[in-house]
């Protein structure tokens, strides 16, 4: 395993300063931590109990009493509210009830909550506490100018607090002051050097500006002052994963598992950086590992329904999604994760129900909007479809409103304006940090626009953006090849091959250009390496036996395609039909009989599965086929649900 260095702590910090606040259960609840991490925590999961725990008046509560109360309230504006008045200079249960009705949409009812806990606080930490809480609601909902005079105000009355400068810092970055940000996060670890949550943030926000280095040796530090902190295991194992350096990253998560308690976000990191690997075995064993550690939390059933989507196992994980749901009811997250799988299972009318539940417990729902928009678009309804799509675009939810943002351009790529296409990318870079999937498409746009050099610099920013996305890099290698950059494409699809070495066709474009350049050593090289990850595959099989053959050598392509005899799955047409054609030509005639007897087989015994095939290639490859029908997504939709 790959072991840290020892270096100095954290400025100031001393591991004997922070070693009591790490609690024994929750290692990302610590009791001495700043208020806006605590509010963050109060929120992290929700357990539902059938009975409230019988509250204590005239009592102060401890913090863990405190904890136990609101998660028996769960989801209850009700309970909170009532809490509230039994514990009426409490003021963790009326911003719990603001946050649940701000999720509603109540949102003038939302704040007359925050005005109630302002007044109610105890003391000047309670009031900058709320005032905290407060900022980061305006925040989210695009009242930064309100954030940032409540935040102005948090500072006032508890100057001594980090919290208010974090939450400012926040604020800088969302308008992107990186700068002020940056110097914001230093204040706050000047005025509370063992806050290592300001220090996280820090680091984040380094690694965000390209100070790779920087961000790195920060979460080393970190992580060295407070070993048993998973949060930053995972931040810090993110961050290396990012720059491709997948052996750091996965050690960094190994480290985390070992010097923490089972922490179910840092276990489903570790497996979403698994799955795209291509690591299913090991991601499903994260997962259950996460489910373990913390079944309330929605965001380890959301990832394991998703595996089990991708994989095709659209029963097992609708199971997944309605088991959660019952401890989750109502869950944005899970009610989004269950729509993509009845859309995948082809249970249009649940999925649609999914994503409507969705947009009224979260009106802004970025992801329920970019996916009804995505049916409406595919039924033709495209007028229907931008009112979606620019529904997500106000919302504060990036992710979602980057897809939006996506979707709407190849819209207007679709209607033959390019050039609007491209201006509604740059305007959603100008709101939200573009993701490497945005800069991709971004790039895309260049390349259909003419411009290669401006698509070369945008798939390279893409890359540097989010270097672990395999699709980036084919792309851009692609794109390399066309300008006759052979030795850039080759290098770009290697990069690729480090993120996802079981990809076959990364493997069969460097095997194929390689040869085309008369490298054919290297080529073969490549190919056997290839097959060594995708020992059976099919079309690569094929690619090698080609070119073999066009090298004359017709006994060496036909050794290859018999490699194809351990192949799983359904038979490749084109390699059989290459088979019985170097069989026959050898003198092989008996085998060139079998194989002609699979082939026929293969192609005759498609029927009704050739035709759905067929007609699922077809529907996927039309994509704004349909003409325009008009009505709403579940009236389009209507009908009989599929089986």
Excluded at 15 to 24: A, C, D, E, K, Y
Excluded at 400 to 416: D, M
Excluded at 557 to 586: M, N, S
Aim: net charge positive; hydrophobic share 40%.
């Amino acid at each position: 395993m790959w072991f840290l260095p020892r270096i100095g702590p954290l400025g100031n910090l001393k591991p004997q300063q922070i070693s009591s606040s790490v609690p024994l259960q929750r290692p990302y609840l610590p009791k001495q931590l700043n208020s806006t991490a605590r509010q963050r925590s109060l929120w992290g999961s929700r357990i539902f109990f059938n009975s409230s725990p019988s509250p204590k008046p005239q009592q102060q509560l401890t913090v863990e009493e405190e904890k136990e109360l609101l998660k028996a309230a769960g989801n209850s504006v009700s309970e909170l509210l009532t809490l509230s008045k039994t514990y009426p200079t409490n003021v963790h249960f009326p911003l719990a009830a603001a946050r649940l009705l701000s999720k509603a949409g109540r949102y003038d009812e939302a704040v007359l909550l925050y005005r109630d806990a302002e007044a109610l606080a105890p003391t000047p930490a309670d009031q900058s506490f709320v005032l905290v809480g407060w900022a980061t609601y305006e925040m989210h909902h695009g009242g930064q100018t309100k954030a940032e005079e409540l935040l102005n105000a948090a500072m006032a009355v508890a100057p001594q607090m980090a919290a208010p400068l974090n939450a400012m810092a926040k604020l800088e970055e969302r308008r992107g002051n990186e700068r002020a940000a940056e110097d914001l996060y230093r204040q706050a670890l000047d005025l509370q050097p063992s806050n290592f949550v300001s220090a996280q943030s820090l680091a984040v926000l380094l690694a965000k500006k390209g100070d790779s280095r920087g961000a790195s040796e920060l979460f080393e530090k970190i992580s060295i002052a407070v070993p048993s902190h998973a949060p930053t295991w995972q931040a810090w194992a993110l961050h290396e994963w990012r720059q491709g350096k997948y052996s750091v990253a996965r050690d960094l998560f190994e480290q985390g598992i070992e010097n923490c308690h089972p922490h179910a976000p840092l276990l489903v990191a570790y497996s979403k950086m698994e799955a795209q690997r291509r690591n299913r075995t090991k991601s499903r064993a994260l997962l259950r590992q996460a489910a373990t550690a913390d079944p309330s939390n929605p965001h380890t059933w959301v990832s394991w329904a998703q595996l089990e989507g991708r994989l095709g196992n659209h029963t097992t994980a609708i199971d997944i999604c309605r088991e959660a749901l019952k401890a989750n009811p109502g869950n944005v997250f899970l009610l989004c994760t269950a729509g993509q799988i009845y859309a995948a299972a082809g249970d249009t009318e649940r999925a649609v129900k999914s994503w409507e539940q969705a947009l009224q417990r979260d009106p802004g729902c970025a992801i329920a909007a970019h996916e009804l928009g995505c049916l409406a678009r595919q039924q033709g309804d495209l007028t229907r479809a931008e009112d979606f799509f620019t529904l997500g675009l106000g919302s504060s939810d990036a992710k979602g409103s980057l897809r939006c943002a996506s979707a709407l351009s190849e819209i207007r790529v679709f209607q033959g304006d390019t050039h609007a296409a491209k201006e509604v990318l740059r305007s959603a870079a100008s709101r939200h940090r573009p993701d490497g999937r945005l800069l991709r498409e971004w790039a895309g746009i260049e390349k259909r626009l003419g411009d290669l050099s401006a698509a070369a610099a945008m798939y390279k920013r893409a890359a540097e953006t989010d270097p672990r996305d395999e699709r980036t890099w084919l792309q851009w290698g692609l794109l390399e090849r066309r300008r006759g950059e052979v030795d850039a494409a080759l290098k770009c699809w290697r990069a690729g091959l480090k993120v996802s070495p079981l990809n076959p066709f990364l493997w069969q474009l460097c095997g194929v250009t390689l040869w085309d350049a008369g490298r054919v050593v290297t080529a073969r090289e490549t190919f056997t390496q290839g097959l060594k990850f995708c020992p059976t595959n099919q079309p690569l099989l094929l690619e090698w036996a080609l070119k073999e053959a066009e090298n004359g050598d017709e006994k060496a392509a036909l050794e290859i395609l018999r490699l194809a005899q351990a192949a799983q799955g359904a038979p490749h047409a084109p390699l059989l039909a290459a088979w019985v054609q170097f069989a026959t030509r050898l003198g092989y005639t008996e085998e060139a009989a079998q194989i002609k007897e699979k082939l026929e087989k293969a192609t005759s015994d498609g029927g009704k599965a050739a035709a759905a095939r067929k007609k699922k290639k077809q529907r996927r490859a039309r994509y704004f086929a349909a003409k325009s029908r008009g009505g709403t997504v579940s009236h389009a939709m209507g009908g009989e649900r599929s089986p």
